[in-house]
């Protein structure tokens, strides 16, 4: 008698789906490695051209500032969710655990367009910060805050908290809450329960939440390019310049194969920057 | 309990940091609400004169009603694949070891962290060197690929909570493997497969970057239709959308919360 039945029946359409998806991921490597010719959707012989010619600043750039953005949205993000992502699990109003997990999820299933417009409107300078600002008279004039770094970081950290509040959250929700009630009984105060014991034990949640933050960062697109407005430019919006303006496919691929090379280096080394910190809160 | 003027405002300032902190997620959705209902075609804010007519034009725009039924049409067709492919993938590496198990998992599992610009590249690459049009079947298949993870995760996180012993007592009484999976185990998974399917069905919707590379004009979803028209125009016809978009989804997922609980989807019930 068989004793797997339906094994191929249930691989088979996942393995063709694997298939397609590598051999996407193998057409972006074939082309990365070939020649532009300028006019033309065909692409010309083998060459390491393409990797080359991100070593000029303007590409260099783009991937420092990409790096750079993609670092202070996680941080500003996790400083913001952990203390929601604390209340969602701790607090005792059951209608008040229902108004953050609605309020904090459902800008994870609007898009990044939807989000990225509203940010437009608070940010532009007819704005809603801009015109608050003058009305309080803190400002005379409006003071640019579209097309700049910091205001593309202000939309990213809001499109990423939803997903950083739920790992927090999730790993919040698993510590064993004795441990804090033990220490509290050896005259512990609050302050030092929290730094000592559920922030070290929360570890994995932060990393888990960090590295997902910086990854989605990297690959946003709608945000860096609307409310960047081309000023600011990243990995992201450079390829999409180079596809769609100048249809040099072949330098669009290498810089996609550089830029998830290195997304994927970064949250390594975030993982294992973090494994003795997780070792020590004793989870695997 | 005694409270000491220390945790007092410990507490105290910890409530207001998350009233803080919640208005910084709401303040763009409420701006957004203010400016829909904005008479002018400048985005002014705040609004001099009230009027609805950027509901009516959101609804009258030919290109918004044409990326509302492709985004449909893509969404159906691409999470009800996904869902077959992928809790049909997840049973089998729930239930069975096989060559090339931890490879295929990895494999679909990767577009969790690959961009979805360098998905949208490929398979745009890919469809030009093969001949494949820029047609349904190509943003179709890009969306599979996107959300098959969380199809994936969905029901395997079912069939771990899933009693192995009722399919034993059908086994025992004579039901053939077929049987056993179509009366047992397929209705006991139906929460996780409904939850993984909607699940996966709102991120197709709203998916975007990838779908602004594999689309063409045919076939632009309504995320693509509402990116191109910020770059044409600056009235707010799409805030009036977003409220729209806002309004559904955050109805959809309170009722959603209160049916299914989403603290147990999302794994974040305190114990």
Not at chain 1, 111 to 130: A, C, D, P, Q
Request: glycine share 6%; with cysteine; charged share 10%.
């Amino acid at each position: 008698m068989n004793t797997r039945p339906f094994l191929g029946w249930f691989v088979s359409p996942a393995g063709l789906v694997a298939v397609g998806l590598i051999a996407a991921m193998l057409a972006v490597f074939q082309y990365s490695v070939r020649a532009y010719i300028p006019g033309s959707l065909e692409v010309g012989g083998f060459t390491l051209q393409n990797f080359a010619a991100m070593l000029r600043p303007l590409y260099a750039l783009a991937f420092w500032n990409t790096v750079l953005l993609c670092f202070e949205t996680a941080v500003f993000t996790l400083i913001l969710a952990y203390p929601l992502a604390y209340a969602l699990v701790r607090t005792n109003s059951s209608a008040l655990r229902s108004f953050i997990l609605v309020v904090s999820v459902t800008p994870l299933f609007l898009g990044e367009v939807v989000r990225t417009y509203s940010w437009m409107i608070v940010l532009g300078n007819k704005g809603f910060l801009n015109t608050l600002l003058l009305q309080l008279g803190l400002l005379d004039r409006p003071m640019q805050m579209m097309f700049t770094a910091g205001g593309v970081v202000a939309a990213l950290v809001h499109v990423t908290m939803p997903i950083m509040v739920i790992m927090l959250a999730a790993a919040l929700s698993h510590i064993d809450r004795n441990y804090e009630k033990a220490a509290e009984s050896l005259g512990a105060g609050p302050v030092r329960v929290f730094l000592t014991i559920t922030l070290p034990l929360s570890m994995p949640g932060i990393v888990a939440g960090f590295s997902t933050a910086f990854a989605w960062t990297f690959s946003a697109f709608a945000t860096p390019q609307l409310i960047g407005g081309g000023r600011v430019s990243t990995v992201s919006t450079l390829i999409y310049q180079l596809g769609f303006s100048s249809f040099n496919f072949p330098f669009a691929a290498s810089l996609s194969i550089i830029g998830l090379a290195l997304s994927l280096a970064v949250i390594a080394l975030l993982k294992k920057a973090a494994s003795p910190l997780e070792r020590m809160a004793g989870t695997t | 309990m005694k409270r000491s003027p220390g945790t007092l405002l410990l507490r105290w300032s910890g409530r207001i940091l998350i009233a803080a902190i919640l208005l910084f997620v709401l303040l763009p959705g409420i701006v957004v609400a203010v400016s829909a209902f904005n008479d002018r075609a400048i985005l002014l804010f705040p609004p001099q004169s009230w009027s609805l007519r950027w509901f009516w034009r959101a609804f009258s725009y030919p290109d918004f009603a044409k990326g509302f039924w492709n985004g449909l049409t893509v969404t159906v067709w691409a999470s009800s694949i996904a869902l077959v492919v992928g809790s049909a993938f997840a049973f089998a590496i729930h239930r069975y070891k096989f060559r090339l198990r931890n490879l295929l998992e990895g494999i679909l599992l990767s577009p969790l962290i690959i961009p979805h610009y360098t998905i949208g590249l490929g398979v745009l690459i890919l469809a030009s060197q093969t001949n494949v049009g820029r047609g349904f079947p190509l943003v179709i298949f890009a969306h599979v690929v996107m959300v098959l993870p969380f199809v994936m995760r969905s029901t395997y996180i079912s069939l771990e909570n899933l009693d192995i012993r009722l399919e034993l007592a059908a086994s025992s009484l004579g039901a053939t493997p077929l049987r056993i999976l179509f009366t047992v185990t397929i209705p006991l998974l139906i929460p996780g497969l409904l939850s993984g399917w909607l699940f996966a069905a709102i991120l197709s919707f709203n998916e975007f970057t990838a779908t602004l590379f594999v689309s063409s004009q045919a076939t632009q979803t309504l995320p693509v239709a509402m990116y191109n028209y910020v770059r044409e125009f600056a009235d707010p016809t799409l805030a009036a959308l977003s409220v729209i978009y806002i309004v559904v989804t955050a109805t959809l997922l309170t009722i959603a919360n209160s049916f299914l609980g989403l603290g147990k989807i999302l794994n974040v019930d305190a114990h």
